[in-house]
Every structure is written in structure tokens, then in C-alpha cells.
Nanobody, 121 residues
Framework: QVQLVESGGGMVRPGDSLRLSCVAS????????MAWYRQVPGKQRSFVAD???????AYADSVKGRFTISRDNDKATMYLQMNNLKTEDTAVYFC???????????????WGQGTQVTVSS
């Protein structure tokens, strides 16, 4: 079994910062690309940022210049540093990872349970 566990969410004021973490554990042979998505009630889950296994990152336009994604492959952990948070960043943030559970196995997508981020004055 594979588990992704997010942490670091909370309630902050506009302009504040938060750092989210996502730890992958379980029967893991290889972790490929990892990503953050977010979802607000009544809307589809949307892409925030992703990072390849060699550290190449991409961001949604709405978070460029404010959010930074990174990962520690030795710890099977991904981070999202969120600076200058805005009220429109309020959402549940989900971790996604492409994981293979055995040698030469396919990379399958796994999701965490989500962590709430609320930005309010």
C-alpha cells in the first residue's frame, strides 16, 4: 500500500505564508512526478504546481512568483512554500504523486487526503 499524507495547512491572514508538506510512504519502488492541486467547494480540482524527479517545476499562472514547489527525494517528501497568500488561495490542497510499487512497474497516480488552507482577514 502507498500513502500520501499532507500537513501544514491552517488559517492565515492575507500576505502571510504557509508551508505545506506531503510525505509518501509504503510499498514504494520509485516516485516520479509530484504535484499540488487545490479544490474549493463546487469547483473542480485545479493544478497548482508540479515538480519532476530531477527538480524541474511548473506553476499555475495564479501562483507564479508567490509559491515555490520543491522535493526531497531521500525523504520522499514534497513541499509547497506559499508566500503572500491571498483570499482566493483558500482551498483544500491535495498532494499527487506518480508512484511505482515494483521494479519496471508502471507509475500510477496516488492522492493524499488534502489539507485545508484558509486565507481570511
Amino acid at each position: 500500500q502507498v500513502q500520501l499524507v499532507e500537513s501544514g495547512g491552517g488559517m492565515v491572514r492575507p500576505g502571510d505564508s504557509l508551508r505545506l508538506s506531503c510525505v509518501a510512504s509504503g510499498n514504494i519502488f520509485l516516485v516520479g512526478g509530484m504535484a499540488w492541486y487545490r479544490q474549493v467547494p463546487g469547483k473542480q480540482r485545479s493544478f497548482v504546481a508540479d515538480v519532476t524527479s530531477d527538480g524541474s517545476a511548473a506553476y499555475a499562472d495564479s501562483v507564479k512568483g508567490r509559491f515555490t514547489i520543491s522535493r526531497d527525494n531521500d525523504k520522499a517528501t514534497m513541499y509547497l512554500q506559499m508566500n503572500n497568500l491571498k483570499t482566493e488561495d483558500t482551498a483544500v490542497y491535495f498532494c499527487n504523486a506518480q508512484i511505482s510499487t515494483y521494479h519496471y512497474g508502471d507509475l500510477d497516480p496516488y492522492w493524499g487526503q488534502g489539507t485545508q488552507v484558509t486565507v481570511s482577514s
